[in-house]
């Protein structure tokens, strides 16, 4: 771990891993357009790829803003079509198939309740006969907040942020929850706000390097952070 020099206006030192594999897990929030959903599952439009088999939570909000947390696993996930933004980007957008995990009728079937009252769902009969719900199509736009596991790399750190690695964007200025694992073992959390994310196209795969700045650390992980910078930092300087 080489100690870097610090730029103007930076409190506290920071150092490279280049010779420790520290990796580190964050919730990040994405935006999804539903298409239908029933007490079994959701059909959304996601502008990223999510995994089969992966694991996401999507947090649904009603007109009143009472929010319903419900987890499901990724079951089909196939490119749709494209879209250009207002900058002009163009973006891939992904049909994606969820299945709801046990214990989400409940919370399912509250918010599906309030969205019949409100936006004026459409009842779908199901063509699927090993389905037993009645299939909601949603007739206006109902935009919610998918929460996705993302896993970095830890490029350098400091008591105050690091730069990582990971293998997509994230929006400046966000904030996003992260967790890392250190080489003893140890955990530290910490709520960050990101404050450069730019792409980096080399050998291999392109990925994106993020700056990122503590905003929220609880005094221990602070201490477990220091105390593994002050023990490493000595040792490989």
Not at 205 to 215: C, K, L, T, W
Request: charged share 30%.
């Amino acid at each position: 771990m080489k100690n870097m020099t610090m730029p103007h206006g930076r409190r506290h030192e920071r150092y490279s891993l280049e010779l420790l594999e520290i990796m580190g897990k964050m919730s990040v929030s994405r935006k999804v357009n539903i298409l239908d959903m029933s007490l079994e599952g959701v059909a959304l439009k996601a502008d990223q790829r999510l995994d089969l088999g992966g694991e996401y939570v999507i947090n649904l909000q009603d007109d009143k803003g009472k929010i319903f947390s419900v987890a499901g696993i990724v079951v089909r996930a196939e490119l749709s079509e494209t879209a250009k933004r207002n900058d002009g980007e163009i973006v891939s957008l992904y049909r994606v198939g969820v299945q709801f995990k046990d214990g989400q009728a409940e919370a399912v079937d509250d918010f599906l309740t309030a969205t019949v009252h409100s936006k004026k769902a459409t009842l779908m009969p199901l063509h699927n006969d090993h389905r037993h719900t009645v299939r909601f199509q949603m007739t206006g736009p109902n935009e919610q907040v998918l929460r996705c596991p993302e896993h970095f790399k830890v490029r350098s750190i400091s008591l105050g942020g690091m730069l990582i690695e990971t293998e997509r964007a994230l929006e400046t200025k966000s904030i996003v929850p992260m967790e890392m694992t250190l080489n003893d073992g140890t955990s530290v959390k910490a709520v960050s706000k990101i404050s450069s994310c730019r792409l980096k196209e080399g050998e291999g795969q392109a990925h994106y390097e993020i700056g990122s700045e503590f905003i929220d650390l609880s005094d221990k992980d602070k201490d477990v952070l220091k105390k593994f910078i002050d023990e490493w930092g000595d040792f490989l300087d």
